[in-house]
């Protein structure tokens, strides 16, 4: 029931820029609080940025901080996830969930940084 599909990842240069998205369905995503975390290859998933929702508080993992921007549009049931001045250590599945409680994982967006 609950489906969280993630899309635009890619390729990009250090330095360059993506903007991730998420689409929720299945639950009632404008009173959730929600997250991107990321895995890359050999880690453990990590918590990147979080979002509360109306007061849109935002937080960061310490490696983003100052390069991510996560947001979302109510309207839409949609979460964002603004990168910039990426970095090769950024190379990671991106995933999306809930804050409260975390729902089954969709298959996340694959983010390549290299040269």
């Known amino acids: 029931q609950v489906q969280l599909v993630e899309s635009g990842g890619g390729l990009v240069q250090p330095g360059g820029s993506l903007r991730l998205s998420c689409a929720a369905s299945g639950f009632t995503f404008s009173i959730y609080p929600m997250t991107w975390y990321r895995q890359a290859p050999g880690k453990e998933r990590e918590l990147v940025a979080a979002i509360t929702n109306p007061a849109g508080i935002t937080n960061y993992a310490a490696s983003v901080k100052g390069r991510f921007t996560i947001s979302r549009d109510n309207a839409k049931n949609t979460l964002y996830l603004q990168m910039n001045n990426l970095k090769p250590e950024d190379t990671a599945v991106y995933y999306c969930?809930?804050?409260?409680?975390?729902?089954?994982w969709g298959q996340g967006t694959q983010v390549l940084v290299s040269s």
């Open positions: 969930n809930a804050g409260f409680q975390i729902y089954p």
